[in-house]
């Protein structure tokens, strides 16, 4: 086998260097979330989220510019935290300001991608857990700003843990809990519609379920499902008592200023998908017979 394809040699040489390993993790992770952070942006604009109308100007490729003056943005302000902290913030040309959340973002996706690679180490399920997670970063982001879960996003993390899960041996538990997440999901999403008398069905949402039962197994959906709810419930319940104060105005969208907003569902089902890859085993519940393989 050519070395550089050798996982047991890339094991022992990470085993050499203990905290390498986490290194790499954090640095890809900064990056990686500088990268989603210009897919938040664009993404939306070029599919017409907001306006309707797609706009075929927008490349996710081109270099970034400040929106203020249209200066063309440094290497060096492109380095994740520390180009913003270089700058203090600002636009190292018109001095306008460049929103906390990007580096808060490219910081957490450093510290959680490091925490994951201290948990499974420079393995087969590490490297699953990484994309997990980097994955669930995107989808969360994407959600929260626009209420919107590209297929792009979502898909190949299902397709992949529909194959190759490490997290559930078992291919047909793995498609039992992909049904199973995602109907439920669809199930109590529709009861809620009905009872509020709005469409409260998010095809997105469905497909977030779904990925995470495909990855989990059957053993981990009923505590996916649990967490899921908690999650959604801390963030939700007082976002939903602000808007009622605020108005329209608290709304992400101006299509969705008619109904009681209260967040979008992403975020929490992807802290669930990971909280259940972090524990594992100590989540599992019994399978029942007629559900096993």
Same mark, same amino acid.
């Given at each position: ?68 003056? +249209? ?11 520390? *180009?913003?902290?270089?700058?203090? +913030? ?44 980097? +994955?669930?970063?995107?989808? @969360? ?17 299902? &397709? ?14 793995? @498609? ?6 995602? *109907? ?23 497909? &977030? ?34 808007? @009622? ?20 569902? +992403? ?27």
């Amino acid at each position: 086998m050519t070395p550089i394809l050798d996982a047991s040699a890339w094991q022992d040489f990470f085993a050499s260097f203990p905290g390498l390993w986490p290194a790499v993790a954090a640095a890809a992770g900064a990056v990686l979330a500088s990268f989603f952070g210009v897919l938040v942006d664009r993404l939306p604009l070029a599919e017409g989220l907001r306006t309707g109308v797609p706009d075929m100007s927008v490349n996710l490729w081109t270099p970034s510019r400040c929106p203020h003056c +249209g200066t063309r943005i440094s290497a060096l302000a492109l380095v994740p935290v520390l *180009g913003w902290l270089i700058h203090r +913030g600002r636009c190292f040309r018109c001095g306008a300001k460049v929103p906390w959340a990007y580096p808060a973002m490219e910081a957490f996706s450093a510290a959680a991608s490091a925490a994951v690679a201290c948990r499974f180490g420079p393995c087969g399920p590490g490297l699953a857990a990484l994309s997990l997670l980097w +994955g669930c970063i995107a989808i @969360s982001w994407m959600d929260w700003r626009e209420h919107w879960i590209p297929d792009g996003f979502a898909v190949p993390l299902l &397709l992949a843990g529909l194959v190759a899960s490490p997290f559930e041996a078992t291919p047909l538990m793995r @498609s039992e809990a992909l049904a199973l997440c995602a *109907g439920l999901v669809w199930i109590l999403s529709a009861a809620v519609g009905a009872r509020r008398r709005i469409d409260a069905v998010s095809g997105g949402d469905i497909m &977030l379920a779904g990925l995470a039962g495909a990855w989990l197994g059957v053993a981990l959906a009923a505590p996916f499902l649990l967490i899921t709810a908690a999650a959604y419930v801390a963030y939700a319940v007082p976002l939903h008592l602000a808007f @009622s104060r605020v108005g329209s105005a608290g709304a992400p969208r101006e299509d969705m200023e008619d109904v009681a907003y209260s967040g979008p569902m +992403g975020p929490a089902l992807c802290a669930s998908l990971m909280v259940c890859v972090w524990f594992g085993p100590a989540l599992a519940l019994p399978v029942p017979a007629w559900l096993g393989p």
